[in-house]
């Protein structure tokens, strides 16, 4: 793996600082500090070979080898964001895996208290109800703005859940997962120096992965009438339309840059380039009370999808083969909207938006607009390692998973998506 080099040199004031709570090396020197404590070391690469933007990649290791790849990551931007970045992810994925399971934290719920608690307008809801009375793993969350707590199922979480069959004993959780865990996904998770920036971040994905899904919802489930929002490339601001054009070089096609907020007003862009014969679709995806820190995520990511597909032992997943009982559904799984896009209305990215204050600041903002438009945000620290690093993770009922039907899972839009697609769900199934 080339690039392979220090952690603390060239630092650079990068565009993520407006959701940053201290500088990028200070970011650095603690997630180093919380590594070291934990006994790990990172291993680090480049996989963009030196160039801006880039994506690195981050594995830890343990005094005795390489550790689970839940404990992997990767990280996006300019190379000392797209570093640091990785070190994050790493370490996240660490502390929001096996690693930080802890049995004695861990509450007991049966499928009917869950499905009838906040998470009923959930698609997995149904699928609960009508489960035996095994009692599954929950914690227990807080909502960020007052009332009542609320267990939520581990499985929502943590994919790494169900194949982890000492914990599940020692939790003493004997449910049947085989059919909830097409609905298990980490969106949700994020680490941070405090806990205000990763509930920030964590929200913030919440928001993306919802506006996402209603996109889906609308190109391929809704009857006609859709047409989807383009930014024109050529207005876009400095880094951004550099970010643009490393994307469009890497995957040698056509690149468009979404607009894809959602009625909840929150900018959110998508980077996207159509499926061909060789591979599927590429994408990444940003949001961001900063619509020009949301262009620029979402970019990066692509760029960093792109250049991740080096690590994979196996060519790109193709078709969605487990989907072709269901036409409607199969197209949301290949997500071509080559035809979609034909009738895509084209605007000027959105250069007067206000650029909205520091973190504590956007998640008050966040809060109140999820809370406004009906949704309660819940959350609970994961693990939160003295003066270092805090690692949460944070669900919004309501909000659409439906994003998982990419990944070739057998899933259905909730409440919000058919509402969205004015669907119900055996009409999706029949399509």
């Known amino acids: 793996m080339a690039g392979r080099g220090s952690v603390t040199e060239g630092m650079r004031g990068p565009p993520s600082e407006p959701e940053r709570v201290v500088s990028l090396g200070e970011a650095e020197r603690r997630a180093l500090a919380a590594l070291a404590a934990l006994d790990l070391r990172p291993e680090l690469a480049d996989l963009g070979r030196g ?21 992997r990551g990767m990280g996006k931007g300019r190379p000392d964001e797209a570093r640091v970045g990785a070190l994050f992810e790493a370490l996240e994925h660490y502390l929001t895996g096996p ?24 698609p997995c809801a149904v699928l609960l109800a009508g489960m035996p009375a095994e009692r599954l793993a929950c914690h ?6 007052g009332g009542r707590e609320a267990l939520m199922p581990l499985f929502l979480s943590a994919p790494w859940y169900v194949d982890a069959g000492r914990l599940r004993e020692l939790a003493g959780d004997a449910c049947d997962y085989g ?55 050529a207005t876009l601001p400095a880094e951004p339309a550099r970010a643009y054009a490393a994307a469009g070089e890497l995957t040698g096609a056509p690149v468009y840059l979404l607009d894809i907020t959602s009625d909840l007003g929150v900018p959110t862009m998508l980077a996207y380039t159509a ?86 600041a956007q998640l008050r903002e966040v809060v109140a607009i999820l809370t406004a438009h009906g949704h309660t945000p819940y959350h609970r620290t994961v693990t939160a390692l003295p003066g270092e690093i805090t690692a949460v993770h944070a669900v919004v ?19 919000r998506g058919r509402a969205a697609a004015d669907v119900h769900s055996a009409g999706v199934l029949r399509g």
């Not at 861990?106 to 499905?115: Q, R």
């Not at 969106?187 to 964590?202: F, I, Y």
């Not at 990511?301 to 597909?309: A, D, H, I, M, S």
């Open 275 to 360: 499926p061909t014969v060789r591979h599927p679709h590429r994408r990444g995806a940003g949001t961001s009370l900063n619509p020009g820190y949301a262009a620029w995520r979402a970019l990066t990511e692509l760029v960093q999808t792109t250049l991740g597909e080096s690590l994979s032992r196996h060519p790109p997943r193709g078709e969605p083969a487990g989907l072709a009982a269901y036409p409607a559904l199969h197209a949301c799984g290949r997500f071509d909207l080559t035809g979609t896009l034909r009738g895509a209305r084209t605007v000027p990215f959105a250069a007067g938006r206000r650029v909205p204050g520091p973190p504590h």
């Open 140 to 145: 227990r969350y807080r909502p960020l703005r």
């Open 99 to 122: 690693a930080g399971f802890d049995p004695a934290a861990v509450e007991m719920a049966t499928p009917a208290e869950i499905a009838a608690g906040p998470l009923r307008d959930d």
């Open 51 to 71: 160039g801006d933007p880039t994506a690195w990649w981050c594995r830890l290791l343990a005094g005795d080898g390489d550790l689970p790849p839940t404990a």
């Open 179 to 233: 059919q909830l865990m097409r609905y298990s996904c980490n969106s949700g998770s994020a680490v941070g120096v405090t806990a205000e920036e990763a509930l920030l971040h964590a929200l913030n994905e919440v928001i993306e992965r919802d506006a996402f899904s209603l996109l889906l919802v609308r190109s391929f489930l809704r009857r006609g009438g859709f047409r989807p929002t383009v930014i024109d490339p």
């Open 397 to 415: 009922p309501g909000l659409e998973r439906f994003m998982l039907i990419t990944d070739g899972n057998l899933v259905l839009p909730g409440l």
